[in-house]
T-cell receptor, first 115, second 113 residues
Framework: AQSVTQPDIHITVSEGASLELRCNYS??????LFWYVQSPGQGLQLLLK??????LVQGIKGFEAEFKRSQSSFNLRKPSVHWSDAAEYFCAVGVLGGSNYKLTFGKGTLLTVNP | DGGITQSPKYLFRKEGQNVTLSCEQNLNHDAMYWYRQDPGQGLRLIYY???????QKGDIAEGYSVSREKKESFPLTVTSAQKNPTAFYLC????????????FGAGSRLTVL
């Protein structure tokens, strides 16, 4: 069965610093990969997705992620963090089984941004 | 506006009572999902439905039930058999016309007293 690991439960960075959130997945084939962001008490918003092709994908709010098949990783990056980026971030893998499709999520990384 | 409406946003119930959470969408998406979120646990899949009148159990279906009588609606019932029902519940829809992306509602927080 597929799984997603986000090794960092909580990360604190200073505003203006660079950011990298780690994500490792376990799946036999090439997966669909996603990063979502959640503000407290809200639903999830899609940041970016990878299906195939260029392994560096650009998303909203200045985020990007790189798919590395050899490392089974899909790390999220941002060159300069803003205070408004403080939120919880979830990595997910999409799996198609027959005619059924579902997303499996990691446990999330909480990002705190210091002024 | 197109979107997903979850109601109620907050719900309090006594132990032993069944509760039903509503999820309505006007995105014309075929698939609908229910996830449960607990602190530090991420999102766990309860039930999902790819088409009307059909649904599948997710990873933590015990103590929950669903129906899919209309494309727009996918209500979730939390039964008294669910041992620890207090959680944040998220409904999502899926459009697979080349996207395979899930769109989420704003969630419903259930507290069982």
């Amino acid at each position: 069965a597929q799984s997603v690991t986000q090794p960092d439960i909580h990360i604190t960075v200073s505003e203006g610093a660079s950011l990298e959130l780690r994500c490792n997945y376990s799946y036999g084939a090439t997966p669909y990969l996603f990063w979502y962001v959640q503000s407290p008490g809200q639903g999830l918003q899609l940041l970016l997705k990878y299906f195939s092709g260029d392994t560096l994908v650009q998303g909203i709010k200045g985020f990007e992620a790189e798919f590395k098949r050899s490392q089974s990783s899909f790390n999220l990056r941002k060159p300069s963090v803003h205070w408004s980026d403080a939120a919880e971030y979830f990595c997910a893998v999409g799996v198609l089984g027959g005619s059924n499709y579902k997303l499996t999520f990691g446990k999330g990384t909480l990002l705190t941004v210091n002024p | 506006d197109g979107g997903i409406t979850q109601s109620p946003k907050y719900l309090f119930r006594k132990e032993g009572q069944n509760v039903t959470l509503s999820c309505e969408q006007n995105l014309n998406h075929d698939a609908m999902y229910w996830y449960r979120q607990d602190p530090g646990q991420g999102l766990r899949l309860i039930y999902y439905s790819q088409i009307v009148n059909d649904f599948q159990k997710g990873d933590i279906a015990e103590g929950y039930s669903v129906s899919r009588e209309k494309k727009e609606s996918f209500p979730l019932t939390v039964t008294s058999a669910q041992k620890n029902p207090t959680a944040f519940y998220l409904c999502a829809t899926g459009d697979f016309a080349g996207a395979n992306v899930l769109t989420f509602g704003a969630g419903s927080r259930l507290t069982v007293l």
